[in-house]
């Protein structure tokens, strides 16, 4: 008998968002799997850690962040390799994924690797735009409106184009890319509708409006645009 692998999602970083199956889930597996960027701790582990057992063997690998691909393909690779021996050897491994696991995650290229030799389980999370959405008491969608997320990386073209076509949106992985993003705001007449919500639902929690901010965001700022006016 094989183990199972599981990814699972812990939500935004309030601990108190994580649903009670992924809990349960944690608190039985053999193995704690985790991915951290550059050397910086895991946020997915730091937000399950009170719900880690003991006794579990806690499984981390590097990110590298570049914008060479090769150099993720690689830490995917040998964390496959890795997981692979646990499950192997009849272990379960729970891989602690921010948010949801199928969304914009690192356990889709381990499930991608894994899934044809083990059986794999997914424990969906509340997604970071949800709990933005919460924070500022926005409404995603109503009746026939159309939401979207849109990666801050596009080109201006492109993000003009998915603008355009939604009524409100998440706009993520901004970083170095905002004052692009506010340019082309600003030319659909949205910039004043914008707000950037950091750190969303950890004690370092800020909101502010986009217009107004100078230099690049951090990597895990969103942007919240709503076309709607307030009911």
Known sequence: ???????VGVGPGDPELMTLRAVRTIAAADVIAFIGADGRASRACATAATVIPDAAEQLGFDMPMRADPGAGQAVYDTAADRIAARLDAGRDVAFLCEGDPLLYGSFIY???????????????????????A??????LA???DSFGIVPGTL???????????????AVIKVGRHRARLSRVL?????????MVVQEVSHPAQQ???????????????TVMISKEDPA
């Open 186 to 194: 600003d030319d659909l007449d949205l910039l004043d509708r914008a």
């Open 110 to 132: 381990l499930m991608e690797r894994l899934q044809d030799r083990f059986p794999v389980e997914i424990v969906p999370g509340l997604p970071s735009f949800a709990a933005c």
């Open 207 to 221: 909101i502010q409006p986009l217009r107004g901010i100078t230099g690049d965001l951090p990597y895990f700022a």
């Open 134 to 139: 919460a924070a500022l008491r926005l409404p």
């Open 1 to 7: 008998m094989t183990g199972t692998l599981h990814g």
């Open 155 to 169: 080109s201006d073209a492109d993000l003009r184009q998915r603008i355009e076509a939604l009524q409100s949106m």
């Open 142 to 144: 109503r009746r026939t």
